[in-house]
């Protein structure tokens, strides 16, 4: 074999292979190579949603870059990355840095990534094992990349001190202000404690027990571990970042700097090579971490940067979407010379990821001074200014101040209706103003908006479009997106907001129809990662299902759970009963009332007849005991269709434009004066013979999952 071969621009450096393989995932591997010889890596994610299978997506989803994407680099940078494997990253690195050296034990994992890169001409690839391979190393790199392989040097480095020995052979290799960046799964990361296994071993709880039972020589370590690993080795410099939710699929990064809030902690269950347990819910057990300053500790994920400091303080990678939408935002810190001490200033920059998506960014600075135009009110809303700079990014200052989300959260939360409704109220006043101009931000959202003392500024316009969007508008946008993040808001707002806003069931459903629209055009069809959980076949399993192995066992719980089932769609079903009362002069009495025995059909219709006696003043009907959304369809009396139940139809509820009545009750009820209703249908005397059709229009979304035996 040559020392040197070439697949494409990308150089195979062998003069230190051994000439056999050490680490093979055999058959996959194969598959692989047969699979980046013939697509080339802009058609990775539509080859991901066709095969839909862990390796495919583990080896080339584009997501796996973003662990590199955010650190900032000028296009001159000599970079090494160790353990590259097949390249999930080492194409972005190609694509920021001047040159990349590569070192991988494996013969044909060196081929797949040189094939899947083979555009690029400043990557070199050594195959062999380090140890073998660092000796000729120079000592001048500005970066040297470690990701997803200092838990493995027990595997490739022979010393009694494996973790040390790896950093005290690596880091000579930096040039003078160089960094060492290293991504590694945290052993206390809150996704094993919730029941993920542990990724290398596939134990559960391994990595929580120290992998004192474990054979396997693999080590992941928490903070305190690694920091002592770092002062030991002679590294005093040293910043962690917390990939979320994990190093592998990261969708954002955080910082000391720059914490994440509890509410940002949403994308958990992201574990597709495996069954996992659930054991609790890890978004509600981050919202009290994150708020008592432990997000550290618990992070799934460490990137860890040794050397001086980056500026970057987060990023917020939007990249399942359309190419021509995919973005990333970071914050980042720029020190400034003043008269003075030098002073640090935030930004907030939005970059294209794909060069589809540069119209989209520099579409933000145009559509900035507009908005600024419309909302120039010094006591409204300010909109935050935005700058194209040279390199095609957007970029904004940092705004202190909380989100309008959190502040809704914490009134409500502290059962301060008052201050909840006053929120909203100036949102409606702010946000709405000057809605005849032909501008305006659909997705002016609660999140993003910041509140600083009795400033609100708009810090995100991303959709802004050039037509006048009336302020009601914006505001149901808002809300629709604000219920949507969380069940328990829908569950336990809804009633408040439909009655204190006048909102109909007609809006709420044509804006959860626009919402969807807005999504795919967005997304443009592109598969949210996390579906990729339910198509590969892998499992989430709560205790119960493992510990009911015998078959016995296994039966009784199956039946408990059919009895459950039954009684709350029994429940479910008693609530949206219809129940009849007549009025014969002492009022509406449980005496002179009765249930139907019919039931709303799947369409949601019921239809019935009342035999209605002479005596008889007054007739309601409750169409159900919870909140709903009622239509009465048709009335006839004696055989005739008649308008006189529409007309003279009185409830407790608030009918909307289209007939439908809305009810925010849990006793809600029609009522009609039949004196008044035989008059208006040429009834005079005697008996009536009454035919009513009603149609539920919607229920309350734990009521509808009753009803499908959901819960």
Known sequence: MEDKVKIGGVTLDYAHYPGEDYYCDGAVEDELLALVKAVSPGKFPALIRERCDWPTLYHLSPVRANIVEWIPMNGTEKVLEIGAGPGAVTGMLAAKAGAVECIDLSFKRAQINAYRNRDRSNITIHVGNFEDIEPSLPADYDYIFLIGVFEYAGSYIRAERPFHEELRRILPHLKEGGRLVMAIENRLGLKYFAGAREDHTGRYFDGIENYENSASGVRTFSRERLERIFRECGVREFSFYYPYPDYKFPSAVYSDRRLPLGSELTENIRNFDRDRLLLFDEKDAYGGIAEDGLYPVFSNSYEVVIGPALPVVYAKYSGERAPEYQIVTSFREQTEATEGPEAVRRVVIKSPLTPAAAAHVAEMARMGKKLAARYADPDGLHVVPCALRADGAAEFPYVPGRTLRSLLDEAYEAGDTAAFWALLDEFLEKAGAHDEMEIADPDMTFANILVDGGRWTAIDYEWAEERAVPARELFLRALTVYLAEDERRRERLMEGLLDRYGITGEELGRHRKLEDAFQRRVTGGTAPLAAFRAELGTKVIVPSELILEDPKLRAEAEERERAAREAAAAEALSLTSVQIYYDTGSGFREEEQFFLPERYGD???????????????????????????????????????????????????????????????????????????????????GALQLSMTLQMCGMPSTMAKRLRGEE
């Open 603 to 685: 369409e949601g219709c019921i239809r019935f007849s009342l035999d209605i006696s002479e005596n008889v003043r007054a007739l309601r009907i409750d169409p159900a005991l919870c909140p709903c959304f009622v239509l009465l369809v048709s009335a006839s009396v004696n055989g005739q269709e008649t308008r006189a139940f529409h007309k003279l139809m009185k409830s407790n509820g608030r009918k909307d434009p289209d007939g439908a009545v809305v009810f925010a009750t849990d006793d809600p009820n029609l009522y009609w004066d039949l004196r008044r209703v035989r008059r208006a249908a040429g009834v005079r005397s």
